[in-house]
Antibody
């Protein structure tokens, strides 16, 4: 059974930093690109970042570019999101999600985690 | 950036009724359009990929159609468990891979 379990969400002050993790199981992790998608409270979905299966390619939404860094450790079946210079508008539930097709970087996403809540507030 | 506009934003529907949700892209995206269902306090679930391809385990009352800029998600014979917010999502070309704003379906 495929499982994606996010962790690391907390309350952090504006300007602060945070690292989110996503532990993957039930599939061959290093075959698939992985993504972070966020959802502000009561709002819709926003794609945040992508990392290819081997970590060689990364992309970011303009709203987080230069502040967030996506990475992965295939030996640990884990995905990460380093979040720096956090702003109030980064407050959201952060999901990790798996690309559907082996080797492909694009959506759709066939599995999602349950999300981890990041709150940026003083 | 490709903008996806869904309509309607909200729909109140009686059980067994047919539901149609549309998604319009700001430029042609071929068939690179996917649909998700998100129930309250749950993660999104993939319903339809590449405009019309069904997903294993998803009830057959869910179907998708369209190409280019105009797409439709149809729910035939709505059931109470289908109360949710539905999102379209495009994967055309390079990121960002945007989502529509969502359509909330309520059961009367």
């Amino acid at each position: 059974e495929v499982q994606l379990v996010e962790s690391g969400g907390v309350v952090v002050q504006p300007g602060g930093s945070l690292r989110l993790s996503c532990a993957a199981s039930g599939f061959t992790f290093d075959d698939y690109a992985m993504h972070w998608v966020r959802q502000a409270p009561g709002k819709g979905l926003e794609w945040v970042s992508l990392i290819s299966w081997d970590g060689g390619s990364t992309y970011y939404a303009d709203s987080v570019k230069g502040r967030f860094t996506i990475s992965r450790d295939n030996s640990k079946n884990s995905l990460y999101l380093q979040m720096n210079s956090l702003r109030a508008e980064d407050t959201a539930l952060y999901y990790c999600a798996k690309s559907t097709i082996v080797g492909a970087t694009t959506p759709p996403f066939d599995y999602w985690g349950q999300g981890t809540l990041v709150t940026v507030s003083s | 950036e490709i903008v996806l506009t869904q309509s309607p934003d909200f729909q109140s529907v009686t059980p067994k009724e047919k539901v149609t949700i549309t998604c319009r892209a700001s430029q042609s995206i071929g068939s690179s359009l996917h649909w998700y269902q998100q129930k309250p306090d749950q993660s999104p679930k993939l319903l339809i990929k590449y405009a019309s391809q069904s997903i294993s385990g998803v009830p057959s009352r869910f179907s998708g159609s369209g190409s280019g800029t105009d797409f439709t998600l149809t729910i035939n014979s709505l059931e109470a468990e289908d109360a949710a917010t539905y999102y379209c999502h495009q994967s055309s070309s390079l990121p960002p891979w945007t989502f529509g704003q969502g359509t909330k379906v309520e059961i009367k």
